[in-house]
């Protein structure tokens, strides 16, 4: 039986330090994407959720952009047996449009590790023709990094540390805690 309480070595980003991190990034997107009168083909800006561990980011971040956006998400694996990835993307639920030359897509994602989802992700959409494609992630854990990726909005940079919380997991638990806490060693080696 899981205790967060006990299982948690100590609070990484705490819930007024998410909102910060969430209000200043909804910020520049506000600004980068504001409708502009020079624009000679506007294009709708799609919001996409890479499910699961962005929902709660997700969910805070939308609630705070005052431009026009649509909803749409995305579930995609690369991980498997807890904490070693597949080095495979696998996409489980697909972004199905008729419209990509139309649209701008900003792919929301709870953290970047080794870079592998998102640098496949991002291009995969391109090939599709997306007029332009962008990410912004919670947290970046750039130390981890197996190809050259970098987001374009990041929320925090943070140590090579397990985290869980606001969204991430560890074996689908944890999700629900409202911080971002380092799990014990002991947790997920056993």
Known sequence: MINPIHDIDHVLINEQQLDEIVTRLADRINHDYAPSPNAIRPCKLIVVAVMKGSVFFYTDLIKKLNIPIELD???????YAGTRSSGQLKIHLDLKRDDYENIDILLVEDIVDSGRTLACLTENLRGRGAH???TVTMLDKPS????????DYIGAEIPDEFVVGYGLDFDEKYRDLPYIGVLKSEVYTK
């Open 73 to 79: 998400f995305v579930k995609v694996s690369s991980y």
């Open 144 to 151: 981890r990094r197996e190809v050259d990726y970098k987001a």
């Open 132 to 134: 332009s494609v962008r």
